[in-house]
């Protein structure tokens, strides 16, 4: 294809694949964001999967569909089409069936007629999308480009769908570690406010000569009255040495 942002200038697939099943998902599994891990997918879906000349991801939170991570800027351009005109094989991947594969993109132009006619123009004759899903819960789709008709054989279509089960692996635990790491901060958070306010109702007990639950009580009503964070409210005691003004 003469566009240089096309399919064919994403890079050429080995013959044979490099890694093993193991080696795979170790490195699947190696990145220590969701986004990063989304982006891992798609470059080695490309790396590694016969027929694969671009790819994108689908997610799903809550019934609702985003785009979450492509191989280039044509990628990105169709997976947000399919998004937008809400059909195409990631779209049924999510949905309806786990593996959906459109060996000729002509043949589904009844199927999806908003989709058909722009992925065609863009030089994306064939597809083939693996749901990502971890026991019961779908998490979007894989969706793997071909710029030739009939880009998947049999073998790309196995090991595809072996590739997909250790994506959506990696994804869960990336998410899971994303979320740790937001418990973990807002625990510290938690007691940094806490030992600060500790300091501001020292701070009220020695000046104003009260008992720490009264210095307390100063320090939440003073919050509630200037509309702001008892955080913030200890803070400025602790540096000012007195109340701000209600």
Not at 69 to 93: K, M, Q, T, Y
Not at 146 to 175: I, K, N, P, T, Y
Not at 230 to 242: D, H, I, M, S
Request: aromatic residues 6%; hydrophobic residues 45%; charged residues 25%.
């Amino acid at each position: 294809m003469a566009d240089e942002s096309g399919l064919g200038q994403l890079g050429q697939n080995p013959e044979s694949r490099s890694l093993t099943i193991a080696d795979l998902a170790r490195s699947l599994a190696s990145e220590p964001t969701v986004q990063a891990t989304l982006q891992r997918i798609v470059d080695m879906a490309v790396e590694e999967i016969d027929g694969c000349e671009g790819a994108g991801i689908l997610l799903i939170d809550k019934g609702t569909i985003a785009v979450g991570a492509w191989s280039n800027d044509l990628v990105r351009r169709i997976e947000h089409l399919e998004f937008e005109v809400g059909e195409g094989p990631c779209i049924d991947a999510i949905w309806q069936r786990p593996v959906f594969e459109s060996a000729d993109l002509h043949d589904q132009i009844l199927e999806w007629p908003k989709f058909v006619p722009g992925a065609i123009e863009s030089g994306i004759e064939s597809m083939l999308a693996f749901r990502l899903f971890a026991v019961e819960e779908t998490l979007g789709a894989l969706d793997l480009y071909s710029g030739q008709r009939g880009g998947f054989d049999e073998s790309a279509r196995a090991f595809g769908a072996v590739f997909a089960a250790h994506a959506a692996l990696a994804l869960v635990g990336a998410q899971i570690h994303e979320r740790d790491l937001a418990t973990a901060a807002n625990l510290r958070e938690a007691l940094a406010t806490r030992d600060l306010i500790g300091q501001a109702k020292g701070v009220l007990m020695a000046n104003q000569h009260i008992d720490a639950d009264t210095a307390f009580a100063l320090l939440r009503t003073t919050s509630q009255l200037r509309n702001e964070k008892l955080r913030l409210v200890a803070e400025y005691v602790v540096e000012t040495g007195t109340l701000p003004d209600h």
